[in-house]
């Protein structure tokens, strides 16, 4: 059975720091992705970053770019977010998810970018970002 677990979500003030992780277990092999998507009050939830686990490519959201930055560490199983220079807007509850890139006998390179594209997913994480 697949589990992902996000962690890290806090208070911070504008201009601030947090490191998301999140870390799966029930994988058989590192060939899967890891989507970050979040969610802000009264909003649909929409993609940040996502990462391919085997061949480590990766995707941002336009808006994101140059503030978060996504990476792994395949010996913990863990994917983390770093995300710099916050701002109010970033607040929500963030969440990952993962999805297996190798099916029926057929690689997929990259990661997902779409919600629906994504069959597992972990509770979220909260991130307050005061003003």
């Known amino acids: 059975e697949v589990q992902l677990q996000a962690s890290g979500g806090g208070l911070v003030q504008a201009g601030g720091s947090l490191r998301l992780s999140c870390t799966a277990s029930?994988?058989?092999?590192?060939?899967?992705?890891i989507g970050w998507f979040r969610q802000a009050p009264g909003e649909w939830r929409e993609g940040v970053s996502c990462i391919n686990i085997f061949d480590g490519s990766t995707y941002y959201r336009d808006s994101l770019k140059g503030r978060f930055t996504i990476s792994r560490d395949n010996a913990k199983n863990t994917v983390y977010l770093q995300m710099n220079s916050l701002k109010p807007e970033d607040t929500g509850i963030y969440y990952c998810?993962?999805?297996?890139?190798?099916?029926?006998?057929?690689?997929?390179?990259?990661?997902?970018?779409?919600?629906?594209?994504?069959?597992?997913w972990g509770r979220g994480t909260q991130v307050t970002v005061s003003s």
């Open positions: 029930g994988f058989l092999y590192d060939d899967y992705a």
């Open positions: 998810a993962g999805q297996v890139r190798y099916t029926s006998g057929t690689y997929y390179p990259g990661c997902p970018k779409e919600i629906d594209d994504y069959g597992y």
